[in-house]
């Protein structure tokens, strides 16, 4: 089971922190990764990390303003956001899926069977 919490509303150029709640399944066997979906648009991966050897990835449109990182102990994976844009702004979903299908940090695709996703969490950015 995955749970997020730390959506909310924030201006541009504000912060905001996302946790993943993980149970159920050996931690440390998985890539976590965060996803998005805007309206209207498909669910993108934004960032994910094999837990195992601590590699990340992130997409372009993040990279540099985003962090992932990872509380092993309390089964926590988090979303730091940074210097939000109003183009941000989306439901932001954790997801998970065996580091034997997705190593190195890699995204699996979100259209895959193989991922297990939480509930999501809207993150909206007023410009």
């Known amino acids: 089971q995955l749970v997020e919490s730390g959506g909310g509303l924030v201006q541009a150029g504000g912060s905001l922190r996302l946790s993943c709640s993980v149970s159920?399944?050996?931690?440390?066997?998985?890539?976590i990764g965060w996803y998005r979906q805007a309206p209207g648009k498909e669910r993108e991966g934004v960032s994910c990390?094999?837990?195992?050897?601590?590699?990340?990835t992130y997409s372009e449109s993040v990279q540099g303003r985003f962090s992932i990182s990872s509380d092993n102990a309390k089964k926590l994976v988090y979303l730091q956001m940074n210097s939000l844009k109003p183009e941000d702004t989306a439901v932001y979903y954790c997801?998970?899926?065996?580091?034997?299908?997705?190593?190195?940090?890699?995204?699996?695709?979100?259209?895959?069977?193989?991922?297990?996703w939480g509930q999501g969490t809207q993150v909206k950015v007023s410009a």
């Open positions: 159920g399944f050996d931690f440390d066997d998985y890539t």
């Open positions: 997801a998970a899926v065996s580091a034997l299908f997705a190593s190195g940090g890699r995204c699996y695709d979100p259209d895959s069977n193989f991922l297990y």
């Open positions: 990390l094999t837990l195992r050897d601590g590699t990340a």
